[in-house]
T-cell receptor
């Protein structure tokens, strides 16, 4: 079945440093979504990428979707303590049939710690 | 608009007990899912549903049952709780072209 791998599992940075997490799928994705989970909270949607090679920005966050639609990345410039949390990517397999069109597979997440 | 409501927030069970985790959404979403979250394992899909009366297994379905009698509700049943089911459980709902909305989570401990 579809697998979504995310690296690194943990990342510790000093405030002001940059941070990147990478997401790789074993199958081609119809789209990819990114979520953030604050400590003790629930995952909250950040953004969705649909097109091959798409790049989107949200303030200090830059999201990319690979040309083959099998990988993605999230880059945070000049991290702040408010960026602390776990970042998940999630994707749905392209041409998923039957009930699988409702199935969203999450990566393991990258836990970001920011030291002030 | 409440979104996704999960109950209870916390629960302690003894091994062998049964219980139902409740999940309700008021967004008329077709898709609902249950995930468990364990340290280092991310979000693992237990069961999901694409509409009332239609459910399917995810990655880790053993020990859990679900049903979807209405669009709004998607309960998760543990028939005989085991310590390995100690985890944080999240319910999520999603429209066909929307993102997933998560409930607040249920922290379950099985002793």
């Amino acid at each position: 079945g579809q697998q979504v791998m995310q690296i690194p599992q943990y990342q510790h940075v000093q405030e002001g440093e940059d941070f990147t997490t990478y997401c790789n799928s074993s199958t081609t994705l119809s789209n990819i979504q990114w979520y953030k989970q604050r400590p003790g909270g629930h995952p909250v949607f950040l953004i969705q990428l649909v097109k091959s090679g798409e790049v989107k920005k949200q303030k200090r966050l830059t999201f990319q979707f690979g040309e083959a639609k099998k990988n993605s990345s999230l880059h945070i410039t000049a991290t702040q303590t408010t960026d602390v949390g776990t970042y998940f990517c999630a994707g749905r397999e392209v041409n998923a049939g039957g009930t699988s069109y409702g199935k969203l597979t999450f990566g393991q997440g990258t836990i970001l710690t920011v030291h002030p | 608009n409440a979104g996704v409501t999960q109950t209870p927030k916390f629960q302690v069970l003894k091994t062998g007990q049964s219980m139902t985790l409740q999940c309700a959404q008021d967004m008329n979403h077709e898709y609902m899912s249950w995930y468990r979250q364990d340290p280092g394992m991310g979000l693992r899909l237990i069961h999901y549903s694409v509409g009332a009366g239609i459910t399917d297994q995810g990655e880790v379905p053993n020990g859990y049952n679900v049903s979807r009698s209405t669009t709004e509700d998607f309960p998760l049943r543990l028939l005989s709780a085991a310590p390995s089911q100690t985890s944080v459980y999240f319910c999520a709902s999603k429209g066909q072209y929307t993102e997933a909305f998560f409930g607040q989570g249920t922290r379950l401990t099985v002793v």
